[in-house]
């Protein structure tokens, strides 16, 4: 199980972040309450033209679904033949040429979703620092009234026009490589990517985002998901430098994935239980299997190491196998964040 340790700890080493000044300074210009907290239900601030004002520290709603699969609420049939089978690679491959393993940027949705960002609004321009996992990285937002460029010079990040729709900031972001992914799992993306995003800012602390994927070479079909951010005063931004470990590839292309057959896969699908009204579902696609809890529509997928154990790549976990003298699963050990859990097949 060593290396699963080892991708364990890689994903930890990444989430972490050196100090930074002024993290306990209270903001000036902040409306709080009597005990003097930030009052996050206050009115929407608005700048000199009457448009909200969207400037300040703003945090995603953390490590979820959308974040590991932004493709998660889509049927096989939206997904390009191609696209979902370089996303199976990927999965089986364990990452290995994810670009955080090569020091590059995360996928565009992951810093809405999981970093903590810095906007910066002014008459004509938007500008977002993201904080990062692996590198600080920032955008433009053009609001001056140009076009999108016709023929732009790929980028990771790609070119940024927004206008306002009445209170709603609507940005139309296009011109991307062909190198990032969309998520941490592996969607790749084309450079025909154009993305757009709607914010608007409901009230002093709180700001709803909706994202709009259209990618017609990668999926047959525009598809969104939305999500809350939070406003995080009386802190700042730390600073995330990737300094081009080399050795994280290398530790995750050691890692050894057994290939296995169809039939041994299915004898692993169905239903099992941690506890009473506690359920998870194991489910078989391609050559993998996919482990979904509860009421949670995220499906991880499982990458074998043997015929009975199987890791989680995006958790770092793993599951073992029980089996009876036929070969059929009886049960399965979630080995994951210090604590081992049990579960049994469900009766029909």
């Known amino acids: 199980m060593r290396t699963i340790w080892l991708i364990s700890a890689f994903a930890f080493c990444l989430s972490t972040g050196a100090p930074a000044q002024w993290l306990d300074y209270r903001t000036p210009g902040i409306p709080r309450t009597p005990d003097g907290k930030p009052n996050l239900s206050a009115p929407t601030p608005r700048a000199a033209d009457g448009k909200p004002d969207i ?15 932004v493709a998660r609420d889509l049927k096989p049939s939206d997904i390009q033949p191609w696209a979902e089978a370089v996303y199976q690679q990927r999965v089986r491959d364990m990452g290995k040429d994810a670009p955080r393993a090569n020091c ?29 996992t692996t590198n600080s990285v920032h955008r433009t937002i053009f609001t001056d009234g140009r076009p999108l460029p ?9 070119y940024s026009i927004g206008h306002w729709d009445k209170d709603t900031l609507v940005v139309d972001t296009a011109g991307f490589n062909d190198r990032g992914w969309l998520d941490i799992e592996g969607h790749p993306h084309t450079e025909a990517l154009h993305i757009t995003e709607r914010f608007r800012r409901r009230d002093f602390g709180h700001m709803d985002l909706e994202m709009t994927i259209d990618d017609p070479k990668t999926f047959t079909r525009p598809f969104s998901f939305r999500m809350d951010k939070t406003l995080m005063p009386d802190t700042d931004l730390l600073e995330s430098i990737c300094e081009n470990d080399r050795s994280v590839p290398h530790m995750l292309g050691g890692t050894e994935v057994t290939k296995l057959s169809p039939e041994l896969l299915s004898k692993y699908t169905g239903a ?4 009473p009204g506690r359920t998870a579902v194991i489910s078989f696609e391609g050559d993998l299997l996919f482990l979904q809890e509860g009421t949670n529509p995220l499906r991880l997928p499982l990458v074998p190491k043997s015929e009975t154990v199987f890791v989680s790549r995006t958790e770092g976990n793993w599951i073992e196998f029980s089996r009876d003298a036929q070969g059929k699963a009886t049960g399965f050990v979630y080995h994951g964040g210090g604590v081992d859990r049990k579960a049994t097949r469900a009766a029909r």
């Open 104 to 132: 590059l940027p995360d996928p565009f949705p992951y810093y809405h979703m999981v970093d903590v960002a810095r906007f910066v609004q002014t008459p004509g321009v938007i500008v977002i620092l993201y904080q990062g």
């Open 55 to 69: 400037s300040g520290v703003w945090r995603g709603p953390g490590a979820g679904s959308y974040d590991r699969n």
């Open 272 to 275: 099992y239980e941690y506890a």
């Open 150 to 158: 016709k023929d732009p010079n790929p980028t990771w990040m790609g």
